[in-house]
């Protein structure tokens, strides 16, 4: 992981960029949001970039339903994301088609701006990135990897409440991500999340703190 033990292939050695992951309903909107509005850290999130990236009359929307069909999108012509995640987490090779469409798209955005804000004087960049994994093109860019972790079943139970889905579709959707094992495995940091919001509050708190004071 070239990109966490030096700057070598970063976009510059300041501001340090920190790519937050964990698993699906792990906590890490929590933790980027709180950085955000407490301490006005810049987040690129890449799961907002996917969504701008089909909004109505984007180019990529017309080609997920030329993939698809017309059944994708609801009447006010917005894609329905239940329908495409119930499709995807059931048939890998349309997840592979719709990570073949989506992920060149958003490192692209990424990437401009990463650029943009490394004009500007912050201590640090957040990136989140839900599917980072030990292939992940992002490791070159990042100076740390925070891992937002806990328990399978405390995960499942939180998507479960959260997108009113059931077990099924939920255990579906925590599978098809990278595992634990290799989300800890990138880990530089590891933002333990089975106690209360508070206490994940807490850490995060202490971590922005030890990173600015570097």
């Known amino acids: 992981m070239n990109g966490l ?14 790519g937050l992951t964990g698993g699906i309903a792990s906590g890490k909107s929590t933790v980027s949001r709180y950085l ?20 109505v009359g984007s180019s990529t929307l017309d080609e997920i339903i030329a993939h698809f069909g017309e059944s994708i999108v609801d009447k006010q012509g917005n894609l329905n994301r239940r329908q495409l995640r ?11 088609w719709l990570n073949a469409l989506m992920h060149p798209k958003i490192y692209d ?3 401009a701006q990463v650029k943009q804000l490394s004009a500007s004087p912050h201590p640090y960049i957040m990136i989140v990135i839900p599917l980072l994994n030990s292939d992940s093109p992002y490791l070159d860019l990042l ?12 995960q499942k139970q ?6 009113q ?7 579906q959707l925590i599978d098809a991500q990278p595992s634990r094992q290799e989300r800890l495995a ?16 807490d850490k995060t708190e202490r971590l922005h703190q030890r990173l600015i004071e570097q």
């Open 5 to 18: 033990t030096s700057t070598q292939g970063a976009v510059q050695q300041r501001p340090f960029i920190v």
């Open 158 to 163: 939180h998507l479960i409440a959260r997108d």
């Open 36 to 55: 955000a509005e407490a301490y006005a850290v810049p987040i690129i999130d890449t799961d907002v970039i996917a969504r701008d990236l089909v909004k």
């Open 86 to 96: 119930d499709i995807i987490s059931q048939h890998p090779n349309e997840r592979l």
């Open 109 to 111: 955005d990424v990437m």
């Open 143 to 154: 100076n740390a990897v925070w891992v937002v972790d806990c328990d399978e079943e405390r």
């Open 186 to 201: 990138l880990a530089t940091v590891i933002l333990e999340n089975n106690g209360s919001t508070d206490e994940l509050l």
């Open 165 to 171: 889905m059931s077990a099924k579709i939920a255990q």
